[in-house]
């Protein structure tokens, strides 16, 4: 069974936010316009962090790109009182619209803020309801339920129906869609269960680290730092 | 058509292509078996293609797979077979879906009935609205002349320019007016006095060590964007155990700047100034490439002309007092120690690139400037060399046929044009867009009866922008192919409404930044959702339904052909019987197939150090004294330059004029009211200004200040607590031609002296989630040029700020 993770070179990212986009086009998430916005009411399943930091003219920028963490440990699970909120066997944390009762503790819970709740019906004004992609995972979820990202759960299940390999090791393997997009060739997608996939092997780099690692939430998303080229072990 | 998945444009893509191969492990075997198709439709019961196409969200070209179920796209992806963007799609491209789908577009031709600009339109059919035009058009050539006639056109891609433009040149209007003056028009001039090559340049990102970019941010709006983004990912792990050094010079800390290893927060507009204290260092250490100097340069030392008159080269100039490190730290506010460090990376740090676009180009001294920056490159050796600059090679497409020129339109043609390209006032530029409305109101050299925009907008993206409301409404006639009611649309008399690009045949070129030839198909994704028409197709109905009128042969160029499709395989036809690239093919129905099935034909690799191609100057090498540039001012000069150089607003004079110096930028305000530099940028969520009512962009739009949906106005900290303004405050942003009202946003990475907005926002007209939304920058940049080049100044404008 693949344990699923995900690594972003943080040297290569643009903070271009084509991962943001194509995670929103791809599971059927809407916007929601200045108003929500300002209230913290958009839904990101993927987003850039971004902060400029210092004084004039030493001045830094560090921008974070963030898809759920798919802890191993999910602080989030641990906390849901009526099991809506769950870890599949590939360590997925996933989530079960129908039994979500609103109650936000996961949220309250998550230590990287990756759980969006919908405070409204989601819309597709007009022509927009052409686009939405019809795979039924990624129907829009209704108002009151918490949301998340899943890794693209259908991009895996179709991989799997049609007989195509998943993973950035392979050259057409099947990815999610953050990863099919990103224009630095930040991201990797594999089976860290496998110590030889690209995934394992660069979760392995010392440039790589976890954000908030000390939490003990054991994230299967691993960042690499930038920096010079070193020996690497 | 056979219905493909994404997995075969792996293979078709063929050989060359290595991008995401090269990441893998190799491929391991996959135990079970691929379903077909048909299988999967039968148990999904929805019809699914991937078909291939070209993205038109920018003009970078990218090719794209758009995932289409039961007739309606529902994903955008990269093409991987394409060696542009290889795989990969920006967010503006990933966001096309909103395009498309966008419910304010334009749903068939329109007709004026009310005021202009009162929305009283009433929709017609194609054949009426087209008849509309023509009867108009022959109105005014037999009136008063084709050349009062104007065609405005912005994004042309592949065959449109020509195609466009055809109908236009046989009508007979010289007038023929693109958008590169308010672009970035400065960079191919500079590359066409030092190199003979009047394009941008193509930058082997991939394989350079070191890069100076001189305000061209790579990972914001610089094009091919994708291709940019790519290469940042390349450039720092791309090359084990070799990381590039990326030195971004720019007064703004945009998120080139924070991504990039250092940052030179440079005084706006003195790029020029820097590049040739650069030069300055690596001449008097002779750190410079002495052998492609002394093979490929002309000019570099002191040289006699055959009338045996002495001249200056460009040694002598540069190793001037005043392009020392110490004089130029005090007009650019760099340490003098950090640009002899640069200088000595850069020239000791092969191969290196330097590199620069709308910062150090789109100001009055533009040309001037974007010349010092590209004789780094001659110094260092890096022209037309591996982790150097190219050129680009275009495709082998069947030439077009000729417009059919009678008495009138021939009489029309050599009219002067309404901007005065190519004359005493602009000897260099080929356009001067920004000029129309003002020529326009003086009727200067002519009263114009007719303006046609395709792909651009004037009333939203020219310096101070009330001068196109006061001009084209006096216009009396407006045509607009757009497909969304944008700002001149809306003020238009007749709408002859385009497709959007994913429903439309067309195709498209790429950009320079490859070097190879990269021919991109542009072929409908879905069926039109509305009754609009590819302009491509509208203007020969118009041409034809002129000729029916005027009984003239405007139609003639286009043959035979019926519809954008026809055209397309028209210039195909060459590229099949070419025989190269990665599409080769015994018949053309066969290699169109293959070509509609890929998405691109490209013939790599590049071939670097073809001389008679990449330097074709008067001396066939390298310029640092421009002799053309020489030429073209004393021909204008009528005997008397010094009095020219004054007209043109250069401050040099001798033989310094003809070589990469330093021209100190003007401004317009005066400091004391003024006192800060608005510098305004594009943020990688712009869509390059027609993507405003698209909402997935508009809720990510400024990822460095984490703000959407608005725009604000970036001030420094210390300034702003100086002027009593608080983070989020209302201010008016003023300048000497208005002011407009906006939201401060305290940013530690704003110089003391210059306060940033971005662009895109504030438009009056357009769909529901652009309009009324932030401030429209255009509104108070004022209007400077770069005289010679006849380009826009855009960073010219001094403003206050003050709270709401």
């Known amino acids: 069974m693949p344990r699923w993770g995900m690594v972003i070179d943080l040297d290569k990212c643009t903070a271009c936010q084509a991962c943001t986009v194509a995670c929103r086009a791809e599971n059927n998430v809407s916007f929601a316009g200045l108003n929500g916005y300002r209230r913290g009411r958009a839904i990101f399943w993927n987003t850039v962090i971004g902060r400029v930091e210092g004084e004039f003219p030493e001045v830094q920028g560090i921008f974070i790109p963030m898809p759920c963490m798919h802890c191993d440990h999910p602080p989030c699970v641990k906390v849901c009182p009526v099991g809506a909120t769950y870890q599949d066997e590939e360590g997925r944390v996933l989530q079960r619209y129908e039994r979500c009762i609103g109650c936000r503790m996961c949220m309250q819970a998550c230590p990287y803020n990756r759980r969006y709740f919908n405070w409204r019906v989601q819309e597709w004004p007009d022509t927009f309801a052409l686009y939405r992609n019809p795979d039924p995972e990624t129907q829009p979820r209704p108002k009151g339920v918490v949301e998340k990202c899943t890794f693209c759960v259908q991009r895996l299940r179709k991989a799997r129906e049609e007989g195509r390999p998943i993973g950035s090791d392979y050259p057409d393997g099947v990815v999610p869609a953050c990863v099919e997009t990103c224009t630095g060739g930040a991201r990797y997608f594999g089976d860290l269960d496998d110590p030889e996939s690209i995934v394992s092997r660069l979760a392995r780099s010392p440039r790589a680290f976890r954000l908030q690692e000390e939490l003990g939430t054991e994230p299967k998303v691993y960042y690499l730092r930038p920096g010079q080229w070193e020996p690497e072990t | ?804």
């Open chain 2, 1 to 804: 058509m056979k219905p493909i998945t994404r997995r075969d444009f792996l293979k078709l893509g063929g050989a060359g292509i290595a991008g995401t191969a090269a990441i893998g492990a190799g491929l391991r075997g996959w135990p079970l078996r691929a379903m077909s198709a048909a299988e999967r439709e039968a148990v999904t019961g929805l019809e699914e293609r991937w078909v291939a196409s070209t993205c038109l969200q920018c003009p970078g070209g990218c090719s794209i797979l758009v995932r289409v179920v039961n007739g309606r796209a529902v994903k955008i992806e990269g093409n991987p077979a394409s060696p542009n963007n290889r795989g990969r799609i920006c967010p503006k491209g990933q966001a096309g879906l909103q395009f498309l789908y966008d419910p304010d577009r334009i749903k068939g031709p329109l007709i004026q009935r009310g005021e202009r600009g009162s929305d009283n339109w009433e929709m017609v059919s194609w054949e009426e609205a087209i008849r509309y035009v023509a009867e108009k058009l022959a109105e005014i050539r037999e009136k008063d002349g084709p050349h009062t006639v104007i065609y405005m056109n912005g994004r042309n891609r592949g065959v449109m320019h020509h195609h466009m433009g055809a109908f236009f040149k046989a009508y007979g209007t010289p007038n023929d007016v693109g958008h590169g003056s308010i672009c970035e028009d400065a960079r191919p001039i500079a590359h066409k006095l030092t190199t003979g090559w009047s394009h941008y340049s193509g930058y082997d990102w991939e394989n350079t060590a070191y890069v100076l970019s001189f305000g061209g941010s790579l990972l914001e709006a610089w094009r091919p964007t994708t291709h940019n983004l790519q290469m940042w990912g390349i450039m720092r792990r791309g090359h084990p155990g070799r990381r590039t050094k990326i030195v971004y010079i720019d007064p703004r800390f945009s998120v080139t700047a924070a991504k990039a290893d250092e940052w030179l927060p440079i005084r706006p507009g003195t790029d020029g100034a820097l590049a040739m204290a650069i030069a300055h260092v690596i001449i008097k250490e002779e750190l410079y490439d002495k052998q492609f100097v002394a093979e490929h340069a002309f000019g570099f030392e002191d040289w006699t002309d055959e009338q045996g008159v002495a001249h200056m080269g460009f040694k002598t100039l540069a190793l001037q007092e005043k392009y020392s490190p110490e004089r130029v730290a005090q007009i650019t506010d760099i340490p003098a120690e950090t640009i002899v460090r640069i200088a000595r990376e850069f020239a000791t740090t092969r191969p290196a690139l330097a590199a620069g676009c709308r910062g150090s180009s789109m100001q009055t001294n533009g040309v001037f400037n974007s010349m010092a920056i590209h004789a780094l490159n001659a110094l260092v050796g890096s022209i037309d060399r591996p982790g150097g600059t190219m050129i680009q090679y275009g495709p082998p497409c069947t030439p077009w046929p000729e417009p059919v020129l009678d008495e009138v339109a021939k009489q029309g043609l050599a009219m002067p044009r309404i901007d005065y390209a190519k004359t005493r006032r602009h000897p260099l530029g080929g356009k001067a867009y920004q000029d129309v409305p003002d020529n326009i109101l003086k009727e200067e050299p002519y009263k114009i009866n007719a303006v046609f925009f395709y792909y651009t907008n004037p009333f939203f993206s020219i310096p101070d922008v009330k001068r196109a409301y006061e001009a084209f409404m006096k216009v009396p006639f407006l045509v607009s192919f757009s497909p969304f009611m944008d700002e001149a649309t809306a003020h238009c008399d007749v709408v002859l409404p385009d497709h959007t690009y994913l429903e439309r045949w067309h195709d498209d070129i790429i950009y320079p930044s490859i070097g190879f030839p990269h021919w991109s198909i542009r072929q409908p994704v879905v069926e039109p959702l509305w009754d609009t028409q590819n302009a491509g197709d509208t203007i020969m109905q118009l041409a034809r339904e002129f000729d029916r009128i005027a009984g003239t042969q405007t139609a003639a160029a286009y043959l035979d052909w019926q519809t954008m499709e026809d055209v397309l395989k028209y210039r195909a036809r060459g590229v099949w019987e070419a025989r190269r690239g990665n599409i080769v093919a015994d018949t053309f129905e066969e290699w169109w197939q293959k070509w509609l099935e890929i998405g691109v034909w490209t013939d790599p690799p590049y071939e670097f150090g073809r001389w008679e191609k990449a330097l074709t100057t008067p001396s066939g090498k390298f310029e640092f004294f421009s002799q053309t540039l020489k030429a073209e001012l004393e021909k204008h000069a009528n005997g008397s330059m010094d009095d020219y150089l004054a007209e043109l607003k250069i401050t040099a004079r001798g033989d310094e004029v003809f070589m990469p110096h330093y021209e100190p930028p003007r401004y317009v305000g005066d400091e004391k009211v003024y006192p800060f530099h608005l510098i305004h940028y594009k943020v990688i969520t712009h869509a390059e200004g027609r993507g405003a009512n698209t909402p997935w962009l508009q809720e990510i739009l400024g990822v460095h200040v984490q703000e959407a949906w608005d725009s604000w106005v970036e001030i420094n900290p210390q300034t702003a607590k100086r002027l009593g303004i608080e983070d989020g405050d209302e201010v008016w942003v003023e300048s000497p031609v208005g002011r407009v009202k906006t939201r401060a946003k305290l940013y530690p990475g704003a110089r003391p002296d210059c306060v940033y907005m971005p662009y895109e926002l504030g438009h009056r007209r357009y769909g529901r989630w652009a309009r009324g939304r932030g401030a429209a920058v255009n509104e108070i940049v004022a209007l400077e040029e770069d005289q010679m080049a006849g380009t826009t100044g855009w960073y010219s404008t001094r403003v206050r700020i003050y709270r709401a």
